[in-house]
């Protein structure tokens, strides 16, 4: 069982910047690695994804070109860096691995994620 954990939410001001991190409790080599977020009184939405071999991406519409999916392999970690940040950006942030999804990916498929994290609040608020 591989836990996730996330970190680096907050409270941030309309335009500005934020990075996520998720640490996986073992090493997740082979898994294709994605974020979704969950708006209060709304599903949960698919966020970003990244292949395994980290050469593939993929972005939901409303964040594509604001916000980066990347990979440090040395230590096991996945980021999500947001940038230009907006108040609909407000919601709990989840990583979440994969085993099944295969480069190039496709990620907005929750049932294809394997493991979940707990959850990061991002605010963005004046």
């Known amino acids: 069982q591989v836990q996730l954990v996330e970190s680096g939410g907050g409270l941030v001001q309309p335009g500005g910047s934020l990075k996520l991190s998720c640490t996986p409790s073992?090493?997740?080599?082979?898994?294709?690695m994605g974020w979704f977020r969950q708006a209060p009184g709304k599903e949960r939405e698919f966020v970003a994804a990244?292949?395994?071999?980290?050469?593939?991406?993929d972005y939901a519409d409303s964040v594509r070109g604001r916000f980066t999916i990347s990979r440090d392999t040395p230590r096991n970690t996945v980021h999500l860096q947001m940038t230009s940040l907006k108040p609909e950006d407000t919601a709990v942030y989840y990583c979440?691995?994969?085993?099944?999804?295969?480069?190039?990916?496709?990620?907005?498929?929750?049932?294809?994620?394997?493991?979940w994290g707990q959850g990061a609040q991002v605010t963005v608020s004046s």
């Open positions: 979440a691995a994969s085993s099944k999804i295969a480069p190039p990916i496709r990620g907005d498929d929750m049932s294809e994620y394997d493991f």
């Open positions: 073992e090493r997740t080599k082979r898994f294709a």
């Open positions: 990244l292949s395994w071999n980290g050469q593939h991406t």
